[in-house]
C-alpha cells in the first residue's frame, strides 16, 4: 500500500510559480513511474508530467518547456516545478505512482497509486 501526499498548491497569479511535491509512504527507487495528473471542471483526468525510474520524462505538449518534473529517490519524493503559470493551468492536481507487473516484489500484480489531489489556481 502506498500513500502518497501532494502539497504545494495554492493560489498563484499568471506568470508566477509554484513547486508541488508528493511524498510517497514508501520507497520509490524502484517505482517504474511516478508522475503528476491534473483535472480541470468540466474535463478528463489528463496526464501533465511523467518521470520514471531510468529519470526518463515526459509532458504535456501544453507545459512542455515550462513544467519540470523531478523525483529525489533519498526523500521519496517527486516534485512538479511549475514556471510561467497560465490560468489554463488551474485544476486539480494528482500524483500518481506507477508499479509495474510482475517488476517489484513488494507490488507483485502491479498497481496505480494516487494521491487525494492538491488544488491549483491561477488567476488572470
Known amino acids: 500500500q502506498v500513500q502518497l501526499v501532494e502539497s504545494g498548491g495554492g493560489l498563484v497569479q499568471a506568470g508566477g510559480s509554484l513547486r508541488l511535491s508528493c511524498a510517497a509512504s514508501?520507497?520509490?527507487?524502484?517505482?517504474?513511474?511516478l508522475g503528476w495528473y491534473r483535472q480541470a471542471p468540466g474535463t478528463q483526468r489528463e496526464l501533465v508530467a511523467r518521470i520514471t525510474s531510468g529519470y526518463s520524462t515526459n509532458y504535456a505538449d501544453s507545459v512542455k518547456g515550462r513544467f519540470t518534473i523531478s523525483r529525489d529517490n533519498a526523500k521519496n519524493t517527486v516534485d512538479l516545478q511549475m514556471d510561467s503559470l497560465k490560468p489554463e493551468d488551474t485544476a486539480v492536481y494528482y500524483c500518481n505512482a506507477n508499479i509495474f507487473k510482475g517488476v517489484d516484489p513488494r507490488f507483485p500484480n502491479g498497481m496505480d497509486y494516487w494521491g487525494k489531489g492538491t488544488l491549483v489556481t491561477v488567476s488572470s
Open positions: 514508501v520507497n520509490i527507487f524502484s517505482i517504474n513511474a
